[in-house]
C-alpha cells in the first residue's frame, strides 16, 4: 500500500559541510519526517487493507512496514511559482538557463502510486522542450509524454479551458 505523503518543505537533501566522502566531497544529508496527516492516512489504509481482506476471508492479517522511503520525490520541484519552486513547468531551473532537471525530484509529491512511468513521461516531456529550445524539435516517441504535457497544462491553466491545451506543442 502506498499513500500520498504531503509535501513539507524542512524535508530536503543538504549539503553537510562536517562529513566527507572517500573523494573529499562534503556528504550529503538527508532530512525527512512525516507530517501528522501522513501518519494519520497510512493507518487509515491500513485499517481499509485489512477489512477488505477479513471481507475476502482472510482469518488473520499482517502488515510489514517498510522502514525506508522508495518514493524520494519533491526535492527540486516543478511549479508555476518562483516563490516555491526551484523549477519551471517546462524543467528547466530558475535562474541558470541550461540547467534542466528531469528526474523524479520534480514531482511536487510522491503521488498514491508507483512514480517511475510518471517521471519516464515527464523527462520525455522536457527532452522534447530542449530539443526546441535548441531549435531542433524532437518527435514524439511515446504516447505517456503527450498525456503527461497535457495534465500539466490543465494544472498550470485551470481557466483557459481547452485553448490552453491547444497551445501546448502537439505531437507532430
Ligand atoms: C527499493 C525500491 C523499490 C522501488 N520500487 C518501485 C516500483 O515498484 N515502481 C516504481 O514506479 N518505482 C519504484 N521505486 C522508485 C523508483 O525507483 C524511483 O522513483 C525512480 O527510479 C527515480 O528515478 P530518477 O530518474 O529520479 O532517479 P534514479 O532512478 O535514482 O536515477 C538517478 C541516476 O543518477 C545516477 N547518478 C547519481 N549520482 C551521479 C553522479 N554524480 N554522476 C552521474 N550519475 C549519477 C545514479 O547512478 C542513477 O542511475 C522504487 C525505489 C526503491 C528504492
Known amino acids: 500500500m502506498i499513500a500520498e505523503d504531503q509535501p513539507r518543505s524542512d524535508n530536503r537533501v543538504a549539503i553537510d559541510p562536517r562529513?566527507?566522502?572517500?573523494?573529499?566531497?562534503?556528504?550529503?544529508?538527508?532530512?525527512?519526517r512525516y507530517t501528522?496527516?501522513?501518519?494519520?492516512?497510512?493507518?487509515?489504509?491500513?485499517?481499509?487493507g485489512r477489512s477488505i481482506l477479513r471481507e475476502a476471508g482472510a482469518i488473520t492479517t499482517v502488515a510489514l512496514p517498510i522502514r525506508t522511503f522508495s518514493h524520494a520525490i519533491g526535492t527540486m520541484r516543478m511549479g508555476?511559482?518562483?516563490?516555491?519552486?526551484?523549477?519551471?513547468?517546462?524543467?528547466?531551473f530558475r535562474g541558470i538557463d541550461n540547467l534542466w532537471v528531469a528526474d523524479g525530484s520534480v514531482l511536487p509529491t510522491a503521488a498514491g502510486v508507483n512514480p517511475s512511468l510518471t517521471i519516464a513521461a515527464n523527462a520525455l516531456r522536457i527532452g522534447r522542450r530542449i530539443a526546441d529550445t535548441a531549435g531542433r524539435p524532437a518527435r514524439c516517441a511515446h504516447a505517456g509524454a503527450e498525456s503527461f504535457t497535457t495534465s500539466l497544462a490543465r494544472i498550470d491553466s485551470p481557466t483557459e479551458g481547452r485553448s490552453g491545451l491547444s497551445a501546448v506543442p502537439r505531437c507532430t
Open 80 to 92: 508555476a511559482a518562483a516563490a516555491d519552486s526551484p523549477v519551471d513547468p517546462d524543467g528547466r
Open 19 to 32: 562529513r566527507f566522502d572517500v573523494h573529499g566531497l562534503p556528504r550529503a544529508s538527508v532530512t525527512h
Open 36 to 48: 501528522t496527516r501522513d501518519l494519520r492516512a497510512r493507518r487509515a489504509l491500513s485499517r481499509l
